[in-house]
């Protein structure tokens, strides 16, 4: 039911900038918290930046201040500008949206391919 194909990764140099595109379908979209994740290589997957449908944003604090979220509702469609990458960015990003499940707000199930991102040293 719910879709969701990220787009933009890239190979780049230490200290470059991506935007990752993430299109969404099978919600309300204007409702839901959407969020950013990323998993690197032996790594847990973790949570990278989230944006509510108010606007409201949080950050992974390994990212503030380099990354941000961003949505158009219009579109379907969120966004992840990336600046001043770092190797330690290196890994497969994944957007989703969060669901109540369990007495709590989760991501859901329903995750896509994801994007690579790869930065060089």
């Known amino acids: 039911q719910v879709q969701l194909v990220e787009s933009g990764g890239d190979l780049v140099q230490a200290g470059g900038s991506l935007r990752l595109s993430c299109a969404v379908s099978?919600?309300?979209?204007?409702?839901?918290?959407m969020g950013w994740y990323r998993q690197a290589p032996g790594k847990q997957r973790e949570l990278v930046a989230r944006?509510?449908?108010?606007?409201?944003?949080n950050y992974a604090d390994s990212v503030k201040g380099r990354f941000t979220i961003s949505r158009d509702n219009a579109k379907n469609t969120v966004y992840l500008q990336m600046n001043s990458l770092k190797p330690e960015d290196t890994a497969v990003y994944y957007c989703?949206?969060?669901?109540?499940?369990?007495?709590?707000?989760?991501?859901?199930?329903?995750w896509g391919q994801g994007t690579q991102v790869t930065v060089s040293s």
């Open positions: 989703n949206v969060e669901v109540f499940i369990r007495g709590g707000w989760v991501p859901s199930n329903s």
């Open positions: 099978g919600i309300i979209f204007s409702i839901n918290y």
């Open positions: 944006i509510g449908g108010g606007g409201s944003t």
